[in-house]
């Protein structure tokens, strides 16, 4: 028997947080093979991690030296006495010689707002309306015997139209060219070929005759036919996906985001590693209603050397922003925490039915920072595998 990729993320689990024995009996249940050929195979997969991940094996726990006693000068002190003196004796004349018998109702609203940490409820959200039909000349195009996903996109990056788009403010706008709808029928002829390596049973996606409704609220019947993957056991947040045929829904429920202003994204990843210079494609879901969608990529600018050095998309690995036209979705506080919706046209995305894919996803939270309040890193409520493992998944 071999792994499914839900079991190799189960496992995967369990080395993270140390639980080595645990690993081994879940390879075991998982293949029916010995005690010594898992724990082999778990000894192997663990020096892999601490490769790839190595992150979730160091050692965050802060050493906290004795902080040196400050030495306070003369000068400061006489300093500190007379503003001292001057905040005392604002204190008495606004409480005891000023008029002020009636408080001002503005501060009063403030500090209501500022105890509130996360506002009440408004209504449910508005739902992102997904069209009825979707016209496929808009995400495809005629290719050439000799056009491929490479030699295509070295054609984009010296478009005249496409160095303007990548200079301009409108850069992460929809992308409606030609050379990016064929960019796109190439990338889907190469999704159409992909197999699963050898050894990997996809998780299957379930199918359902019933749309989400996309408002960034989870109801309690309505994901109740999705595939639901528990992606952090401690925070209890979990994915959810399903498809109807023709768009693939996602959701995502995070009960320990609170903070109504907290850097919260669900961030999705399709076609990872499919060719040498096609990272991945990806969505991201934030705070704000819409979808981000954005291919990263190993191509770098091959034209003239810049003028300016400062301009980044010259001098590294290109990404392009606004390639799904037809991608919706938001996510709300309505629940009292975070919830995601979204979906996504399967054509447009080159997932095809029958043919599995690579998937994984990280849903991101407040980044970690220092006593200066500086960044650390990122900080997540859950992550489904990641660029070197991904979940192989089918419809």
């Known amino acids: 028997m071999e792994l499914t990729s839900l079991q190799a993320y189960d496992i ?18 998982g293949t029916g093979c010995d005690l010594r050929t898992a724990k082999t195979e778990i000894d192997k997969r663990l020096a892999s991690l601490k490769t790839q991940k190595p992150h979730y094996f160091n050692d965050l726990s802060p050493t906290h030296a004795e902080p040196a ?36 109702p503005r501060d009063a609203n403030q500090s209501a707002q500022y105890e509130q940490k996360v506002p009440a409820s408004k209504g449910r959200p508005k739902s992102a309306s997904l069209p009825s039909h979707v016209d496929t000349s808009t995400y495809t195009a005629t290719l050439s015997p000799e056009d491929s996903f490479d030699s295509l996109y ?34 889907s002829q190469l999704a159409m070929q992909r197999t699963a390596p050898i050894g990997t049973s996809p998780a299957t996606i379930k199918q359902s005759d019933r749309q989400a409704t996309l408002d960034g609220v989870i109801d309690s019947d309505e994901w109740t036919d999705a595939t639901r993957i528990i992606v952090n056991e401690e925070s209890n947040t979990t994915l959810y996906l ?19 202003q907290g850097y919260d994204q669900l961030r999705v990843y ?52 606004g ?73």
């Open 323 to 395: 390639i799904y036209r037809h991608a919706y979705g938001g996510s709300s506080m309505s629940s009292g925490h975070r919830q995601y919706e979204a979906a996504i046209h399967l054509g447009e995305a080159g997932l095809h039915p029958g043919v599995p894919f690579t998937l994984y996803a990280e849903v991101e939270t407040d980044p970690l920072k220092n006593d200066q309040g500086k960044f650390v890193e990122r900080q997540y409520l859950g992550e489904l595998g990641g660029q070197q493992n991904p979940v192989w998944m089918v419809f």
């Open 242 to 260: 399903k498809t109807d045929g023709q768009w693939l829904f996602i959701a995502c429920d995070t009960p320990q985001e609170k903070s109504p």
């Open 12 to 29: 995967e689990k369990a080395l993270i947080k140390g639980r080595t024995i645990d690993a081994v009996k879940l390879y075991r249940e």
């Open 154 to 187: 070295n054609t984009k990056l010296s478009n005249t139209a496409y160095i303007r788009r990548k200079s301009s403010p409108n850069s992460s706008s929809y992308d409606s060219s030609n050379i990016e709808r064929k960019i796109k029928t190439a990338r």
């Open 69 to 104: 006693k400050p030495k306070i000068s003369k000068a400061f002190l006489v300093k500190f006495l007379l503003i001292d003196a001057l905040i005392f004796g604002g204190l008495i004349y606004y409480f005891f010689l000023s008029d002020n018998s009636s408080p001002a």
């Open 270 to 321: 399709f076609h990872a590693g499919l060719s040498t210079n096609l990272v991945n494609e990806r969505i991201h879901i934030g705070r704000a209603s819409g979808v981000t969608s954005i291919r990263q990529t190993n191509f770098r600018w091959t034209g003239s050397p810049p003028e300016n050095n400062d301009e980044r998309w010259k001098k590294y690995a290109i990404s392009d922003w």
